[in-house]
């Protein structure tokens, strides 16, 4: 089983950076995959950005070349960069990770707020 607990969320104008970060905590399993959803108001949750064990990363194309998904082994943490915010950036953010058995686990959110 895997734990999440995303924090870094708030409230930033148009423009501004913001960094997320997940801790996983994982008991009688490792933590492979791990990547970052988002879920606008009145819309499905969709893929923002994943990384692989192996560190290899996958991007939504709306944030390709914004944002930054990276991960500290040693502290089973995987971050989200986030730069030049749009409003349409607003959204629950959360974080997601698998087991050793490619199980997801889910963690509770972050929400983001970009103003105009």
């Known amino acids: 089983q895997v734990q999440l607990v995303e924090s870094g969320g708030g409230l930033v104008q148009a423009g501004g950076p913001l960094r997320l970060s997940c801790a996983a905590s994982a008991i009688r399993s490792s933590v492979g995959a791990m990547g970052w959803y988002r879920q606008a108001p009145g819309k499905q949750r969709e893929l923002v950005a994943g990384i692989t064990y192996g560190s290899d990363t996958n991007y939504a194309e709306s944030v390709r070349g914004l944002f930054t998904i990276s991960r500290d082994y040693a502290k089973n943490t995987v971050f989200l960069q986030m730069s030049s915010l749009k409003p349409e950036d607003t959204g629950v953010y959360y974080c997601?990770?698998?087991?050793?058995?490619?199980?997801?686990?889910w963690g509770k959110g972050t929400l983001v707020t970009v103003s105009s």
């Open positions: 997601d990770a698998k087991d050793d058995y490619d199980i997801n686990f």
